[in-house]
């Protein structure tokens, strides 16, 4: 892979390992379509304030949500690669249904207030704070059904289009779509920016359940190629080259303790979503006749 040059490499990565939720997408009962709009709120911690201190801050905002028996949800992902941040994706059905949750949030005065008291004690540990709404594109997503509830990491990929380069995108999409249509269960969903980045900003989400499926689809690479073909890899080669101006690509962990889940998602596996104390567990551990 690391002969590839230019954006070769962050289309390989991307779409290389688009069969990583392959397994999770065969259990139709679990698997959901994306949100339709979806809000990423993006924390970068200070030095040394990630981990155990972040997820102090951050429970509060999940005993508040709680408390309040709030329904809406969101999922809380933390960087494995890049500079250290903590993404919360709160996915709606469409704008309206994001507005009337805003205003709900702010008429009850106790949630509020909760929210306020964590937003301040989260705020010593961050060194910058922002957010985006993105909408989801499924004419450039390939079956994008996910079983959240058994994902434990996120590829997201960013590509930066360039101005006026639009259908240079859409046949990079359509090139490499119709490649993996050729490979059963691949499968991503698309975003691309509505408010908070450029209008040509697209993320692509890829799901995985396990580290080892990242080491099965680094492999992938000459299947891919072989699906293209050697005109279709030049004419992919080509489109990247006029048409994208950036791209990167990013590992991201589910975090539990910092993720409001939605109750379908805790039944399907409760030892994830709601994790035991270590006091508790250690409990459990020690023999009956112990002293």
Same mark, same amino acid.
């Given at each position: 892979?690391?002969?590839?040059?230019?954006?070769?490499?962050?289309?390989?990565?991307?779409?290389?390992?688009?069969m990583s939720g392959a397994a999770l997408a065969q259990d139709a009962t679990m698997s959901?379509?994306?949100p339709k709009v979806l809000s990423i709120t993006r924390e970068y911690t200070k030095p040394g304030k990630n981990g155990t201190p972040h997820e102090?801050?951050?429970?509060? /905002? #999940?005993?508040?949500?709680?408390?309040?028996?709030?329904?809406?949800?969101? &999922?809380a992902v933390e960087s494995l690669s890049g500079p250290s941040r903590a993404l919360f994706l709160t996915g709606y059905d469409s704008f309206a249904s994001w507005e009337k949750d805003v205003l709900a949030s702010q008429k009850n005065t106790a949630l509020a207030a909760a929210l306020d008291h964590a937003n301040t004690a989260d705020g010593e540990l961050l060194s910058e704070v922002d957010s985006?709404? /993105? #909408?989801?594109?499924?004419?450039?997503?390939?079956?994008p059904?996910?079983? &959240?509830?058994?994902?434990r990491y996120f590829e997201i990929s960013k590509f930066q289009v360039r101005q006026g380069h639009d259908k240079d995108w859409?046949?990079?999409?359509?090139?490499?779509?119709?490649?993996?249509?050729?490979?059963?269960?691949a499968h991503w969903a698309t975003y691309v920016s509505q408010y908070g980045n450029p209008d040509t900003t697209y993320i692509i989400f890829n799901p995985i359940k396990s580290a080892s499926e990242i080491d099965r689809n680094?492999?992938?690479?000459?299947e891919f190629e072989a699906a293209m073909g050697e005109d279709g890899m030049k004419k992919l080669l080509e489109l990247i080259a006029s048409g994208i101006e950036s791209s990167q690509t990013n590992l991201f962990a589910f975090n539990p303790r910092m993720s409001y889940p939605a109750d379908e998602w805790v039944k399907a596996d409760?030892?994830?979503?709601?994790?035991k104390p270590a006091a508790a567990k250690k409990a459990e551990e020690k023999p009956a006749d112990s002293h």
């Open positions: 892979m690391k002969r590839l040059t230019g954006l070769m490499p962050a289309l390989f990565a991307l779409f290389g390992l688009a959901h379509m994306p102090k801050t951050e429970s509060l /905002f #999940v005993q508040a949500m709680t408390h309040a028996k709030w329904p809406t949800h969101y &999922i985006g709404i /993105f #909408v989801f594109r499924e004419d450039f997503s390939l079956r059904e996910v079983d &959240i509830a058994h994902t859409d046949a990079i999409i359509k090139l490499v779509t119709e490649a993996y249509k050729k490979i059963p269960d680094l492999l992938m690479g000459k409760p030892d994830f979503w709601k994790p």
